[in-house]
């Protein structure tokens, strides 16, 4: 059985910037309550000709350059998304027409909100462990801004959209050590977004099919939750508080991200953060956060990587990653 490990990263950001004072004329809000509650002063949102694909392609073409290998090597895309291009056919088929991966390539679209990343990377893992394939895309891409109600003051000011994208390659030296994922359906009421396909496209006019949440009874979930998530992550590879040299969490709030490099041991500087400028991008958050801290140098091969997420279901996961 082979390995896997990462071989490229890439992300996409669209142009255009929202800021907090751009919301203040939107709802009853200030800069500073969203800095202080949350830690974002600023999230990207797509044009309105933009949609996942577009984003993903753009994140892909990023991370496949970076792994310095063409598209036709893919045989496997995982997009983890809740803002998909169509009902059918996944974002990730339509990717390999977009991108030119060769006709007969693994192609599917994963749901797991703000946690899909680290479902993907975890999925993708044990394709390639178990020879079912050799170079994954893993990519999470999301247009949220569309499932936004644009007049709720305690959702829209939280998100963003964007993608962020992982060459995944079958290798000799373990890259994913260890990866945990769970759900718990129970808590869907406190997140979720009310509407679905299957209620039927008449039902939509008039219902609120937008993201609702009752963010401080999440927020004091997912602190919980995540810190039982670090503690089952270290005990599973022997680790003691303060082994890891990065944690690269979801970046839904700054002050979750916090508690969790405290619950790791480490100091906020070796907690990747991209909160500030890009908001909550749920799946895409995580391989932006990582991309952005690749490129800047402050990852380097070698490293010990921790990423966490938490995310609407609810769903949580970690991956130990040796980079
Ligand atoms: N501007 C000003 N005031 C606001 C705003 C805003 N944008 N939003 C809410 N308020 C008000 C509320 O109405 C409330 O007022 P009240 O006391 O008069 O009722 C007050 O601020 C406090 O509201 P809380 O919800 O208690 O604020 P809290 O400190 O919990 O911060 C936040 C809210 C930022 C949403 C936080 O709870 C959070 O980050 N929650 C977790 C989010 C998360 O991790 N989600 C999971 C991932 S997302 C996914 O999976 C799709």
């Not at 009853?28 to 600023?42: K, L, P």
């Not at 392609?57 to 809740?82: F, H, K, P, Q």
Request: one cysteine or more; charged letters at 20%.
């Amino acid at each position: 059985m082979s390995h896997s490990r990462i071989s490229g990263t890439g992300g996409y950001l669209p142009e255009r910037v929202v800021t907090n004072a751009e919301l203040e004329t939107l709802v009853e809000t200030s800069d500073r309550w969203i800095v202080e509650r949350t830690g974002i002063a600023q999230r990207h949102v797509a044009a309105p000709d933009q949609i996942c694909s577009d984003l993903a392609e753009a994140a892909a073409l990023e991370a496949l350059a970076n792994a310095g290998i063409g598209a036709d090597a893919i045989d496997l895309v995982l997009v983890a998304t809740s803002t998909p291009d169509h009902v059918f056919p996944s974002t990730a088929c339509r990717l390999i027409e977009r991108l030119g991966i060769a006709p007969g390539a693994i192609a599917f679209d994963l749901g797991a909100a703000c946690s899909g990343f680290v479902y993907g990377l975890d999925v993708a893992d044990r394709f390639i462990r178990t020879g079912g394939a050799r170079r994954a895309l893993v990519i999470g891409a999301e247009v949220f801004s569309r499932i936004l109600d644009w007049s709720d003051r305690s959702t829209c000011v939280l998100f963003g959209d964007g993608a962020g994208a992982v060459v995944l390659e079958a290798g000799e030296a373990p890259g994913i050590l260890s990866t945990h994922l769970h759900a718990d359906g129970r808590q869907t009421p406190l997140l979720n977004v009310p509407w679905g396909v299957a209620q039927g496209y008449e039902s939509l006019q008039g219902s609120h099919g937008k993201v609702s949440m009752r963010g401080n009874e999440v927020f004091r979930v997912a602190v919980r939750t995540l810190g039982a998530l670090v503690d089952e992550t270290l005990e599973a590879n022997g680790l003691a508080r303060g082994d890891v040299d990065w944690l690269v969490p979801h970046q839904a709030n700054i002050r979750i991200m916090t508690a969790t490099a405290r619950k790791l041991g480490l100091s906020t500087d070796r907690m990747v953060s991209t909160v500030a400028e890009q908001g909550n991008t749920s799946a895409a958050s995580i391989p932006l956060a990582l991309h952005t801290a690749v490129s800047d140098g402050r990852i380097q091969r070698g490293d010990l990587l921790l990423l966490e997420a938490f995310g609407a279901g609810f769903t949580w996961g970690s991956a130990l990653i040796r980079y």
